[in-house]
C-alpha cells in the first residue's frame, strides 16, 4: 500500500513538474538567468564559513607572532575580511536578480497558464459542463496559478541553492578532512533522501484528500449561494447551513490529518539534524584533540555546520512546500488533460451560410455509452426560409435536435448541413455565430443591458442596440429604469423579470442578425401579457429566418409553416397545424386538446372560451366538439 502511495505521488510530481517545465522553456534566456545568478549566490554562502575561518586564523597566528609576524598576519586577516564583505554584497545583490526576474516570469506563466485553462473550458463539452460545479472548476484554477508561484520560488530560489550549498561545502570540508565530508555528504543525503519520502508517501496521499475536499467545499458554497433564491423561497438556510456543515466536517478531517502529517514530518526533520550536528561537532573536536585542525579549521567547521543547518533546515521546508504546491496543482494539469469532447478538425474553415437550408441525411445518434440510439437513420430537410415546430413530449428529442444543428454534440454516423456544408467540417465558433437562440432560461451576464443586448455584436452602437430592443418589446422597460441601458442586471440576470430577460435575449438576437434561429421553449414560463409581447417579438424575428421553434406551449408553433411532432426521436406526424389538428387520434391533436382543456377548466363564462377559439383556430374543437 506504502509503494502504491508512493508510486502515485511520484506521478503527480512527474505531471506537475513536467507541466511547469513545459512553461519554462517558454522563456529560456530568464531561467537561465535566474538559475545563474541564484547558483552565484549559493557559491559565495560556500564559500564565506572558509573565508570566516581563514580571518579566525590569521587574527590567532598575529597575536602569538613578532612584528613582521603580525604585518602578514593583518595583511591576511584584512584580505579575509575584505572578501568576506564582498560575498555578503555580492549574495545580496545576485539575490535581487533573482528575485526581481522571477517576478517577471512567474507572473507571465500564471497570466498565461490561467488563460490557457479558460480557453479550455469554454470549449469543454456540454456534458462536462453539466457535470462540473462552476464554483469548483474556478477553485481548481485559481488555487492552482498561486500554487505555480510557490513552486517557482521552491525550485528556483530554494531547492537549487540549497542542493548547491550541501555540494559544495561536502566538496571544500572533504577537501581539508575526507572525514568531516563523509558525515556532512553522507549526513545531507540521508536527510534530503528521507524527507522526500516522507514527503511522497506520508504527507502527499493526505494533502491529495485535503484539496479534493477543498474543492468540494467551494462547489457546495458556490452552488447554495448562487441558488440563494431558491432557498429564501423554502425558508430552507438552517438546512443549507447543515449540509455546508457536513462538507465543512470532511474538509476540517483530512485538511487536519494533513497538517499533522507536515507537523510529524518537520519532527522528523528536527530529530535528524539534531544527530547530523552531533556528528559534525564531534568530528571536528576529535580532529583538534588530534592537532589535526586549527582554531580557525574548528570555526570553519562550526560556521559550515550552523550554515548548513539552516539550509537543511529550509530543505525539509522547501520539499514540504514542493509537496504542497504539486498537490494544489494536479487538479489544474488535469485540466490541461481532459478532453475537449468536440474538437475543431485540422484546417476547419469557417461556415458560409446564407439561404439557411439544413439537412439531416442518416443520422444516427446515441447519449455517451447509452446501447440504444435516440436517432437511428434519421433524415429531414428543412428548407430556407421555412419556420418548423418542433413538438412532443418531454424526452422525444427536441432539444437534442437543436443541439446537434450546434454541433453541441458530435453524431455517430450520417451528416448534418447547412447549405451543404458538413458542420462537422467546419469551426464550431463560426458556425455557433451564425445561429441566434433564444433559449427557454436565458443567461444574462452581471453587465449591463447595452452589453448583454451587445454579446451578439459587441461592435453594435447604442442607436442599433436600442433598435433591437425597440424590435423585442424591451426598450419601453428598460427606458423606465433609473440608468436604462447602463442597469447592471445582477448574476443570471436575477435583477430582472422572466419576461423582461426574455425580451433582452430576444434583442440579442435581433442584433445578431443571423440567418438560422432558434427558440427554445421561449414563452414556456411567462405570463400571458408577456408572452403576448414576446411572441410579437418572435413573429418580427422570424422574417426572412430559417427558423426551428421548440414548444410545449402550442399556442406558440400553431401559425409556423410546418410542425414536427417527435416521440423518441422519430417524426411521427408533419404539417401545418391545420392539418395536425384534423388527425384523428393524432399525437399533435391529443396534446393540442388537453391543453386547451386545461385552460378552460374553471373558467365561468364565455370570454376566456373566446381566448381559447384564438388560441386553436378552430372552435369546434373545443371541449371535445
Given at each position: ?199 511522497l508517501g506520508y504527507v502527499a ?88 585542525a586549527s582554531v580557525g579549521d ?297 391543453q386547451a382543456l386545461e385552460l ?26
Amino acid at each position: 500500500m506504502a509503494s502504491k502511495k508512493l508510486d502515485f505521488g511520484a506521478q503527480a510530481f512527474r505531471s506537475v513538474l513536467g507541466f511547469t517545465f513545459n512553461h519554462w522553456r517558454r522563456q529560456p534566456v530568464r531561467i537561465v538567468g535566474i538559475a545563474l545568478f541564484a547558483l552565484m549566490a549559493a557559491f559565495a554562502d560556500v564559500l564565506t564559513p572558509m573565508f570566516a575561518g581563514r580571518l579566525v586564523d590569521a587574527l590567532t597566528s598575529g597575536s602569538a607572532s613578532g612584528a613582521s609576524g603580525k604585518a602578514a598576519a593583518s595583511h591576511a586577516a584584512l584580505i579575509a575580511f575584505v572578501t568576506l564583505i564582498g560575498l555578503g554584497i555580492g549574495g545580496t545583490v545576485l539575490r535581487q536578480l533573482v528575485y526581481r526576474s522571477i517576478i517577471v516570469m512567474t507572473l507571465k506563466m500564471m497570466s498565461a497558464i490561467c488563460g490557457n485553462a479558460f480557453h479550455r473550458v469554454q470549449r469543454f463539452s456540454t456534458d462536462w459542463h453539466a457535470n462540473s460545479f462552476a464554483g469548483s472548476t474556478v477553485r481548481k484554477i485559481t488555487r492552482g496559478i498561486w500554487a505555480l508561484d510557490l513552486l517557482n520560488d521552491t525550485l528556483l530560489i530554494a531547492l537549487l541553492p540549497s542542493l548547491v550549498m550541501l555540494a559544495g561545502s561536502t566538496v571544500l570540508l572533504g577537501i581539508h578532512w575526507p572525514v568531516m565530508g563523509v558525515v556532512v555528504g553522507l549526513g545531507s543525503l540521508l536527510y534530503v533522501t528521507m524527507t522526500v519520502a516522507l514527503s511522497l508517501g506520508y504527507v502527499a496521499p493526505a494533502a491529495r484528500l485535503g484539496n479534493l475536499w477543498d474543492t468540494r467545499l467551494g462547489g457546495a458554497l458556490a452552488d447554495a449561494v448562487s441558488c440563494n433564491a431558491v432557498v429564501k423561497a423554502f425558508g430552507a438556510e438552517e438546512r443549507e447551513e447543515s449540509r455546508l456543515d457536513r462538507v465543512i466536517g470532511k474538509w476540517r478531517q483530512r485538511t487536519r490529518r494533513t497538517w499533522q502529517r507536515g507537523t510529524t514530518n518537520g519532527g522528523v526533520q528536527g530529530a535528524m539534524l539534531a544527530l547530523m550536528q552531533a556528528a559534525i561537532l564531534g568530528a571536528a573536536l576529535l580532529l583538534w584533540l588530534r592537532d589535526e585542525a586549527s582554531v580557525g579549521d574548528i570555526t570553519y567547521a562550526l560556521t559550515t555546520f550552523f550554515v548548513l543547518q539552516g539550509y537543511l533546515r529550509d530543505v525539509g521546508m522547501h520539499v514540504r512546500n514542493l509537496q504542497r504546491s504539486v498537490n494544489d496543482m494536479e487538479e489544474l494539469v488535469a485540466l490541461e488533460r481532459e478532453p475537449l469532447g468536440i474538437e475543431d478538425k485540422p484546417g476547419a474553415r469557417a461556415i458560409d451560410i446564407r439561404q439557411g437550408e439544413i439537412r439531416f441525411e442518416n443520422v444516427t445518434f446515441r447519449y455517451g455509452a447509452h446501447r440504444t440510439p435516440l436517432y437511428r437513420d434519421f433524415s429531414l430537410r428543412i428548407a430556407p426560409g421555412e419556420r418548423i415546430g418542433l413538438v412532443g413530449h418531454s424526452g422525444s428529442g427536441k432539444t437534442t435536435f437543436i443541439k446537434l444543428i450546434q454541433r453541441l454534440y458530435d453524431i455517430d454516423e450520417g451528416r448534418i448541413t447547412i447549405d451543404g456544408q458538413n458542420i462537422a467540417d467546419v469551426q464550431q465558433a463560426s458556425l455557433r455565430r451564425r445561429i441566434a437562440i433564444v433559449q427557454q432560461e436565458p443567461i444574462l451576464f452581471h453587465r449591463s443591458l447595452a452589453e448583454n443586448i451587445a454579446y451578439a455584436r459587441p461592435g453594435a452602437t447604442l442607436d442599433e442596440i436600442v433598435q433591437a430592443a425597440k424590435l423585442a418589446s424591451a426598450h419601453e422597460f428598460i427606458s423606465a429604469l433609473p440608468l436604462g441601458y447602463d442597469t447592471l442586471v445582477g448574476e443570471r440576470g436575477v435583477k430582472l423579470s422572466g419576461g423582461e430577460r426574455q425580451r433582452v435575449a430576444i434583442a440579442r438576437a435581433f442584433l445578431a442578425d443571423a440567418p438560422v434561429l432558434i427558440f427554445d421553449e421561449a414563452t414556456s414560463s411567462l405570463d400571458s401579457e408577456s408572452e403576448v409581447l414576446i411572441q410579437q417579438a418572435m413573429e418580427r424575428l422570424m422574417v426572412g429566418r430559417t427558423t426551428l421553434v421548440v414548444a410545449h406551449r402550442l399556442s406558440t408553433v400553431r401559425a409556423l409553416d410546418r410542425l414536427l411532432v417527435l416521440d423518441k426521436g422519430r417524426v411521427v406526424e408533419e404539417g401545418s397545424h391545420e392539418q395536425l389538428i384534423r388527425l384523428d387520434k393524432g399525437v399533435y391533436r391529443r396534446l393540442f386538446e388537453r391543453q386547451a382543456l386545461e385552460l378552460t377548466k374553471g373558467l365561468l363564462d364565455d370570454g376566456p372560451v373566446r381566448d381559447i377559439e384564438r388560441f386553436s383556430g378552430d372552435p369546434s374543437l373545443i371541449a371535445g366538439k
